[in-house]
């Protein structure tokens, strides 16, 4: 069974550009969460899609923004870049429904934003 | 507002030693309650999880962790370290029937020593 794949796992970036980094989610599972992992600061909710919603958002601005496909994968989106934004960005999937614990982690993708 | 606590940043345990690592949470109720390992360039993994019952609850890689309501906490132990658990730990609290909305601690750190 594949697990979380997101791609691209490493990318640089310069301010003021924006960025798209993609999730395929474990087959069958139907949420998806972005979370921002950076040093000192562990991992921060970005935000939860569920059957294409947006079930939960994280208190990030809305430069943040993400989707979900019917196919259950989805992507998040960073406009104007800004230094501070440089993190890996990981992304867990989940069967969906309540909260299981099962979330499965992809390995993340690095942004660099110089 | 949920929130997370790991007081320590970095352990460093010999292996074959008993290891704690400590984790505090504030909810107003008892929310779900989670232990989550990361190896060096790889995703998380779920260690084990709390939802209700038994208070002491046991994981994979021998691992357990004990919820005790009176102080908000969530321990993990392990009675004897092996040189493989060397990784970040991280504790993770979400709200009960509100979707995968994970608050994570900033992580611990664990290094063993032969």
């Known amino acids: 069974k594949a697990g979380v794949t997101q791609t691209p796992r490493y990318l640089i970036k310069t301010r003021g550009q924006q960025v798209t980094l993609s999730c395929s989610p474990i087959s069958g599972h139907r949420s998806v969460s972005w979370y921002q992992q950076t040093p000192g600061q562990g991992l921060q909710f970005l935000f939860e899609?569920?059957?294409?919603?947006?079930?939960n958002k994280g208190n990030f601005p809305g430069r943040f923004s993400g989707r979900q496909f019917s196919n259950s994968r989805s992507e998040m989106n960073v406009s104007t870049l800004e230094l501070g934004d440089s993190a890996l960005y990981l992304c867990?999937?989940?069967?969906?429904?309540?909260?299981?614990?099962?979330?499965?982690f992809g390995e993340g993708s690095r942004l660099t934003v110089l | 507002a949920q929130s997370v606590t790991q007081p320590d940043i970095h352990i460093t345990v010999s292996e074959g030693a008993s290891l704690e690592l400590r984790c505090n949470y504030s909810?107003?109720?008892?929310?779900?309650l989670f232990w989550y390992v990361q190896s060096p360039g790889q995703g998380l993994q779920l260690l084990l999880k709390y939802f209700s019952g038994d208070t002491l609850v046991q994981g994979i890689k021998g691992f357990e962790a004990e919820f005790k309501r009176s102080q908000s906490s969530f321990n993990l132990r392990k009675p004897s370290v092996h040189w493989s658990d060397a990784a970040e730990y991280f504790c993770a609290v979400a709200a009960p029937n509100t979707g995968n909305q994970f608050y994570f601690g900033t992580g611990t750190s664990l290094t063993v020593i032969p």
């Open positions: 867990a999937s989940s069967l969906g429904g309540v909260v299981t614990g099962e979330l499965f």
């Open positions: 899609y569920f059957s294409e919603t947006q079930r």
């Open positions: 909810y107003g109720a008892t929310p779900y």
